[in-house]
């Protein structure tokens, strides 16, 4: 038992699964379509307040807060999107002939890196509204979640 054995990018590991290339290339071409349209939701976003107010009442199924937060949110969506397309390439990459173990590790790691950093944003602007650069213009004034449940226990606090 060698490291190779639990690392998935390793030819050896890999082997036993005999998915074909068409598999790895649709996964790819998925992901990135996901991306593409993630990022046309994005700057249509950017540029029309109200696709934001009618993106955030459909995002809004259970309270009204959590959609505004969810449309604030739409550029770091988008390139957690963009994340699993790198993420999903280093497997089909670790299928291509003469290519070592490094490669396909590399882009592995480098595309969960992006996911971590797309899902920590994603928090940031839900909860805090901040970075404000990554937020649509006409949602910039918004209060994060975390604001609105210091408030919401304020007034919880008066009620008793």
């Known amino acids: 038992m060698t490291w190779k054995m639990y690392v998935l990018s390793a030819p050896e590991a890999t082997a036993g699964w005999n998915l074909p290339s068409w598999f790895g290339w649709s996964a790819i071409t998925f992901s990135l379509l996901l991306a593409g349209i993630g990022v046309a939701v994005a700057f249509r976003a950017w540029r029309d307040p109200k696709y934001v107010e ?11 807060h959590t959609g505004r937060a969810g449309a604030r949110a739409l550029v770091p969506t988008a390139l957690l999107s963009a994340g699993i397309g790198v993420f999903f390439s280093a497997f089909l990459v670790a299928r291509w002939p003469g290519v070592g173990d490094v490669v396909p590790i590399v882009i592995g790691i480098f595309g969960a890196v992006i996911l971590v950093i797309a899902g920590v944003l994603i928090l940031s602007i839900m909860y805090y509204n901040k970075p404000q650069f990554l937020v649509p213009p006409s949602m910039r004034a918004d209060d994060g ?16």
Not at 54 to 64: D, I, S, Y
Not at 145 to 160: Q, T, V
């Open 145 to 160: 979640m975390a604001e609105l449940r210091r408030r919401h226990e304020g007034d919880r606090e008066k009620l008793e």
């Open 54 to 64: 009618r993106t955030a009442e459909g995002m809004a199924v259970l309270r009204p």
